[in-house]
């Protein structure tokens, strides 16, 4: 592989050790990642729904992988941050099959993953996990393996045993090669600080009503704070109510009023891939 993947992995695996909460504003193309960057962002991560929905697709691995790898190399080609890519549950119920996918990634410039248990069995997920360790090895990319557990979003157990439960996924996912824990759906600033005091891997929380802010996360421990989907959802309500509207009186005022200046967008944009 690529100096440039090789070094961009490296810095992508400090930004998890340094003295800020690293803060991941999720992009959806090539577009909003440009964007994004160009706002300070020290890395970018895909969300999965975000993909999805902008390639008319529903989330939960309904995506074709060529289309997920067509928007990564788009992002690639136009973004000198890092990126990390929302695989969902890796696109196959086969570890071998998820891991030559986790190395197409790698090749189209992606340097980190996320990775979920969803409802499946933790076992699974090791699996998976062990594959696209041995993979990113081959590569010679220290991919970020970011794991999802899915215990708290999807309720998987009981409430008093799902703090006991995502621990003992934790040390599972990192003796299979994990570099990093993800527990959307947990916005209990005690939740979380036991949860960091419990595992050596860097805790992830979502955007969710209710989590505490960047400076207490950073507090309990928690070192990476992702927007999951509620910026593209966001941006679609907002899309709603603008064609809605537009649709049944035609002013072209309210479409006017909030808008980005069109050359200051296209000057954001790359002409061509060498840029």
């Keep these: 592989m690529t100096t440039d993947s090789t070094r961009r992995a490296e810095t992508f695996h400090a930004l998890h050790q340094g003295p800020d909460l690293l803060i991941l504003a999720n992009a959806w193309d090539a577009g909003s990642a440009r964007l994004i960057e160009s706002l300070g ?12 929905w902008a390639h008319g697709y529903p989330d939960g ?10 928007t990564v190399s788009a992002i690639t080609r136009v973004i000198r941050v890092p990126l990390t890519v929302d695989f969902e549950g890796g696109y196959s119920n086969d570890a071998a099959q998820v891991g030559d996918a986790a190395g197409r990634l790698i090749e189209a410039g992606a340097v980190g993953i996320n990775i979920e248990d969803a409802s499946s069995p933790p076992a ?24 999802r557990t899915d215990v708290y979003l ?41 949860i960091t005091a419990g595992t050596v891997l860097p805790v992830n929380a979502m955007v969710r009503p209710g989590l ?57 944009m790359p002409s061509d891939a060498s840029s």
Excluded: H, W
């Design 41 to 52: 962002a020290k890395a970018i991560a895909t969300t999965s729904a975000g993909v999805a």
């Design 154 to 194: 999807r309720g998987l157990v009981p409430e008093p045993l799902r703090q006991q439960e995502t621990l003992a996924r934790a040390e599972q996912y990192r003796a299979a090669g994990a570099d990093g824990l993800f527990v959307p759906g947990l916005v209990d600033a005690v939740g979380l600080q036991a």
């Design 212 to 268: 505490p802010n960047a400076q207490e996360l950073r507090r309990v421990g928690v070192r990476r704070l992702s927007s999951g989907a509620s910026i593209p959802q966001t941006l679609l309500g907002e899309a709603a109510a603008l064609a809605t509207a537009f649709l049944a009186d035609g002013r072209s005022e309210p479409l006017c009023q909030k808008r980005m200046d069109y050359a200051t967008i296209n000057a954001l």
């Design 61 to 70: 691995d309904a995506l074709p992988l060529e289309r997920l790898l067509s």
């Design 124 to 147: 699974a997920l090791c699996e998976k996990i062990a594959r696209v360790r041995q993979v990113s090895t081959r590569l010679g990319v220290r991919l970020f393996i970011n794991v």
